[in-house]
């Protein structure tokens, strides 16, 4: 990190970026880790695809929902105890999940681990709003999202080693033993960053001003709702790829950990480019880039698909570009989403969150749905997807730009 991007002087002593990238790691890992799971999960509780599903759409719901109360919680008590009570509902959740006998015992086991995993990852957004200046805090997030995509490119790859060796419940003893982790080094590092605490930011009347502020923003959505949707792309990926890899197109589990990190490496790449691309040519010229991406990858998905390949290189093409112009997309759309409110910090962060997983949770429903034994259901979200993201990209972007 360059001069440029480093923090506030009352937290210059301290190494938040490490921090920052530890919280948002816990994200992707709770999913990628036992993403080859899936399939054995299935045949071990005797339930369709659909049920398994869910171990996936409940953690959404419950990490979408619980932004919109951790955020404010945040404003008010500050950013330590909040995460620090996060990340031990977390680590008692990892550990039903590891014992669960039941999938349903699973199912709801993941949804408290969801509202744990939602403290790590919105402390982290808010703090970066709390300790670096708005002009940076882009290339913060690009800075730390470089480094956020190791996890989901090495995550895979060890949860399908651990399925292989050691069976499912092992990827949750690893997200505990993680998390317990991360909670040790937090409670000895991690100083308070609010400095601008609201009283009142969880009161009915505040909270209402507060959402009311940022839900009234053009600048809100100009950032946010094209994020929402670039994340939705990649999450019909992250739903159906070890389905259509390992079922579809008879890839052998052992080796999905590996196509999924191909996958993922676009992402660490996007975020490169972003970093490049930012000092260069401005957010909003990257974010255009970004989002052009997104839209000629949905083409070129489905297109092939129409075609008739039905290959497992098509598959990895189409999650690598993906992937790529998320890498762009997201730590413009964050970034861009939150900083325009220093007071509202976490409540911004919080609905900025809660429309990601809506649109995931939506997403991941009509994957589970849709999956028919080929890949047109993911090349028509994708696609879809793609369309969408680049019509909001420009129309809230113009928007936005005649309004400030």
Known sequence: MDNRTLPLAQFAHVP?????????????????????????????FEVPASTVQLTLSLFVIGFGAAQLIIGPLSDRFGRRPV????LLLYMLASALCALAPSIALLIAARFLQALGCCAAVIIARAIVRDAYAPEHSARVVAAAS?????????????????QVTFGWRAAFVTLGLLSTLVM??????????????????????????NYRIVLGSREFWAHALPGALSYGAIFAFISGSSFVLIRV???????FGYCFAFGVSGYLSGTIVCRRLLPRIGVHRAFR????????????????????????????????????????????AQSGAVSPFPQQAGTAAGLM????????FAVGTVVASTLDGTLYPLAIIVCTLGALIFISVRALASSAARTA
């Open 83 to 86: 995460l620090l009570c996060g």
């Open 249 to 255: 197109l008879n890839v052998p589990t052992a080796w």
């Open 184 to 209: 040790a080094v937090s409670v000895w590092r991690l100083p308070e960053t609010n400095m601008h605490r609201n009283p009142r930011a969880t009161e009915l009347s505040g909270l209402m001003a």
């Open 16 to 44: 938040l970026m490490p921090l920052i990238i530890a919280f948002m790691m816990l994200q992707p890992l709770s999913t990628d880790l036992y993403l080859a799971s899936l399939p054995s999960l299935a045949s071990t």
């Open 289 to 332: 880039i970004g989002s052009a991406l997104s839209l000629i990858t949905g083409i070129f998905f489905l297109a092939l698909v129409g075609t008739g390949i039905a290959h497992w290189g098509l598959m990895l093409a189409a999650m690598f570009l993906t992937m790529l112009a998320h890498g762009i997309n997201f730590p413009i």
């Open 353 to 360: 969150g809660a429309l990601y997983m809506s649109i995931a």
């Open 146 to 162: 470089t480094w956020l995509s190791f996890a989901p490119l090495l995550g895979p790859i060890l949860g399908s080693y651990l």
